[in-house]
């Protein structure tokens, strides 16, 4: 499909999007029609993993392999989905208690559907361990938002994208930890920090990222090969940055979100939290395409190959762009100070060495900062229109993060207006000049893309200290054009093919004895490892 077609399309999607926000209920799809996840798949290409290199660190540890090496290794017979899931399994019995990244293990369900795998391959993730985000519906497993809200709910059925990764034989391992309804870092509802950034398991200061936190520390921490976050402020992009990771947050309605509990109508995206770019480009191609249970998803161009833009192309044993691409830097990117700055550098230095690659500087329009900042705010009214029942119900429901619901609550409808119009007006400046020049921008954080549904990949580009901590992940963030996330993935693809920052993992935590937990409890509960209403309410996605 050419780019201007994709660009009327998106265009038009996201005008009917806006005009449908305010139809949409707190508790979205609760008593809808079940979805069978094995008609999810009907009239959709098939995906198709080709074997892949092995690393000998991935023959070796059960953990370690990526989505793709477990398939070859699966394929091949030198792998059982019942050593796979249990090797994982085993993480999690001896280290989340140090992690904190799981809301709920579901071991006994992943060793009956290891057992199964092994009997027969149902899909192209027939055996592959799993995180899903507790903010997903799973049918019979409770899905808390990790809020007071939802403490007691248990889905009937599963959200469209989970039920896609079930039905390819995707195994679910556990529900990971979030943020309080999405909104912030993983922290209990009263604010206290729980899931920490795998990298520094003992310092809950370092940020981990968005609300995503729990399903990147999994991964991170070899507790599960891959798993699938959301993103409405940053939580699919930000998470990976922090913790090593390669997340994919696709364009608005390119992946279901019917079955997940809802932050922001216009704004909430699924995708994978993955260990590299074929990783990522797996998962989505998986849970994409179209799903009658939301119209965000209908309509939209077809879904490109996503599996072969993620794989690199080598000519005379040299790694080449499969397209040649001008990536545009844009004025803030080397800007600040610290080691950030200098592997930003380092890396568009790599990214010139790639034929095909022609990096280009472009300028944002003189009210750029008005527009993804101060209009930002009107995400706040969007989130708080769905969940006004449960405000006048008690507001204590919303423990921590309260501050920034009752902000949206007193947004005027005027002022949601001109934030729609401004939005209109930035997407505008986005596609007809930032990008005019570029298939591809760099950015500095999810804004703009998260606001205006376009398609953002993070991907790890080294490391730098950090306070005490002498090694902590930096990643970089690639914005694109309506529906080409294949682009991204290329980028991303030949960039990975000539570093190996993205197969580093972070050490095994220090283990506490049972004395030690009982003097300190399972968590830090200093004030400094607390987040403050008002902390809560500035970090809110």
Same mark, same amino acid.
């Given at each position: 499909?050419?780019?201007?077609?994709?660009?009327?399309?998106?265009? !038009?999607?996201?005008?009917?999007?806006? !005009?449908?926000?305010?139809?949409?209920?707190?508790?979205?799809?609760?008593?809808?029609?079940?979805?069978?996840?094995?008609?999810?798949?009907?009239?959709?290409?098939?995906?198709?993993?080709?074997?892949?290199?092995?690393?000998?660190?991935?023959?070796?540890? #059960?953990?370690?392999?990526?989505?793709? /090496?477990?398939?070859?290794?699966?394929?091949?017979?030198?792998?059982?989905?019942?050593?796979?899931?249990?090797?994982?399994?085993?993480?999690?019995?001896?280290?989340?208690?140090?992690?904190?990244?799981?809301?709920?293990?579901?071991?006994?369900?992943?060793?009956?559907?290891?057992?199964?795998?092994?009997?027969?391959?149902?899909?192209? +993730?027939?055996?592959?361990?799993?995180?899903?985000?507790?903010?997903?519906?799973?049918?019979?497993?409770?899905?808390?938002?990790?809020?007071?809200?939802?403490?007691?709910?248990?889905?009937?059925?599963?959200?469209?994208?989970?039920?896609?990764?079930?039905?390819?034989?995707?195994?679910?391992?556990?529900?990971?930890?979030?943020?309080?309804?999405?909104?912030?870092?993983?922290?209990?509802?009263?604010?206290?920090?729980?899931?920490?950034?795998?990298?520094?398991?003992?310092?809950?200061?370092?940020?981990?990222?968005?609300?995503?936190?729990?399903?990147?520390?999994?991964?991170?921490?070899?507790?599960?090969?891959?798993?699938? %976050? @959301?993103?409405?402020?940053?939580?699919?992009?930000?998470?990976?940055?922090?913790?090593?990771? @390669? %997340?994919?947050?696709?364009?608005? %309605?390119?992946?279901?979100?019917?079955?997940?509990?809802?932050?922001?109508?216009?704004?909430?995206?699924?995708? #994978?939290?993955?260990?590299?770019?074929?990783?990522?480009?797996?998962?989505?191609?998986?849970?994409?395409?179209?799903?009658?249970?939301?119209?965000?998803?209908?309509?939209? #161009?077809?879904?490109?190959? +996503?599996?072969?833009?993620?794989? #690199?192309?080598?000519?005379?044993?040299?790694?080449?762009?499969?397209?040649?691409?001008?990536?545009?830097?844009?004025?803030?990117?080397?800007?600040?100070?610290?080691?950030?700055?200098?592997?930003?550098?380092?890396?568009?230095?790599?990214?010139?060495?790639?034929?095909?690659?022609?990096?280009?500087?472009?300028?944002?329009?003189?009210?750029?900062?008005?527009?993804?900042?101060?209009?930002?705010?009107?995400?706040?009214? /969007?989130?708080?229109?769905?969940?006004?029942?449960?405000?006048?119900?008690?507001?204590?429901?919303?423990?921590?993060?309260?501050?920034?619901?009752?902000?949206?609550?007193?947004?005027?409808?005027?002022?949601?207006?001109?934030?729609?119009?401004?939005?209109?007006?930035?997407?505008? /400046?986005?596609?007809?000049?930032?990008?005019?020049?570029?298939?591809?921008?760099?950015?500095?954080?999810?804004?703009?893309?998260?606001?205006?549904?376009?398609?953002? +990949?993070?991907?790890?580009? %080294?490391? @730098?200290?950090?306070?005490?901590?002498?090694?902590?992940?930096?990643? @970089?963030?690639?914005?694109?054009?309506?529906?080409?996330?294949?682009?991204?993935?290329?980028?991303?693809?030949?960039?990975?093919?000539?570093?190996?920052?993205?197969? /580093?993992?972070?050490?095994?935590?220090?283990?506490?004895?049972?004395?030690?937990?009982?003097?300190?409890?399972?968590? !830090?509960?200093?004030?400094?490892?607390?987040?403050?209403?008002?902390?809560?309410?500035?970090?809110?996605?």
């Amino acid at each position: 499909m050419s780019r201007q077609y994709n660009r009327r399309v998106f265009l !038009a999607r996201s005008a009917a999007v806006a !005009a449908g926000a305010a139809t949409v209920s707190a508790v979205q799809g609760r008593s809808a029609v079940a979805v069978a996840g094995s008609s999810l798949q009907d009239g959709k290409k098939r995906v198709v993993v080709p074997d892949v290199a092995v690393r000998p660190e991935a023959r070796k540890d #059960p953990t370690e392999p990526t989505v793709a /090496e477990a398939v070859t290794l699966l394929r091949r017979g030198e792998l059982t989905a019942v050593n796979l899931v249990e090797a994982h399994l085993e993480r999690i019995a001896k280290y989340d208690s140090v992690y904190q990244a799981f809301n709920a293990v579901t071991a006994d369900e992943a060793r009956a559907a290891a057992v199964a795998a092994d009997r027969e391959r149902t899909g192209v +993730l027939s055996g592959i361990p799993l995180t899903i985000k507790d903010n997903y519906f799973t049918a019979g497993v409770a899905t808390t938002a990790n809020s007071f809200i939802f403490a007691k709910f248990v889905p009937p059925y599963d959200a469209t994208s989970y039920a896609r990764l079930k039905a390819a034989g995707g195994i679910m391992v556990g529900k990971g930890q979030m943020g309080p309804l999405a909104t912030t870092r993983a922290t209990t509802p009263n604010g206290t920090i729980t899931t920490v950034n795998a990298w520094t398991p003992g310092d809950p200061s370092v940020d981990p990222g968005g609300s995503s936190t729990g399903p990147a520390c999994s991964v991170a921490a070899r507790m599960a090969c891959s798993s699938i %976050g @959301t993103q409405t402020g940053g939580s699919i992009v930000l998470p990976s940055n922090q913790q090593n990771l @390669t %997340g994919l947050k696709p364009t608005m %309605g390119r992946t279901s979100v019917y079955g997940v509990v809802p932050l922001s109508y216009t704004r909430d995206h699924s995708g #994978p939290l993955a260990r590299d770019a074929l990783d990522a480009a797996i998962l989505v191609s998986v849970m994409a395409g179209p799903d009658p249970n939301d119209p965000r998803t209908l309509g939209l #161009p077809p879904v490109p190959d +996503l599996v072969t833009a993620a794989l #690199p192309v080598r000519l005379a044993g040299k790694v080449v762009m499969r397209r040649a691409t001008t990536i545009g830097v844009p004025p803030d990117y080397l800007s600040g100070s610290g080691g950030g700055v200098a592997l930003r550098q380092a890396f568009l230095d790599t990214l010139g060495t790639i034929p095909g690659v022609k990096l280009v500087d472009v300028k944002y329009p003189d009210d750029w900062d008005t527009m993804t900042g101060t209009f930002n705010n009107v995400r706040l009214s /969007e989130r708080t229109e769905a969940f006004i029942p449960y405000l006048k119900q008690d507001p204590k429901l919303f423990g921590v993060s309260l501050l920034s619901w009752l902000q949206g609550l007193f947004l005027s409808g005027d002022e949601w207006i001109t934030g729609q119009r401004a939005k209109n007006h930035l997407l505008r /400046e986005v596609l007809d000049h930032v990008m005019v020049d570029c298939d591809v921008l760099l950015q500095t954080s999810p804004i703009p893309f998260d606001i205006l549904g376009l398609p953002e +990949l993070a991907l790890p580009i %080294g490391f @730098t200290a950090s306070g005490a901590n002498p090694k902590v992940p930096v990643g @970089t963030i690639l914005g694109g054009a309506p529906y080409e996330e294949d682009r991204l993935l290329e980028v991303a693809a030949a960039y990975q093919a000539v570093t190996s920052w993205h197969t /580093e993992r972070p050490a095994d935590p220090v283990l506490h004895t049972d004395a030690d937990r009982a003097a300190r409890g399972r968590t !830090a509960t200093t004030t400094s490892h607390r987040l403050s209403p008002e902390r809560a309410a500035a970090t809110s996605a």
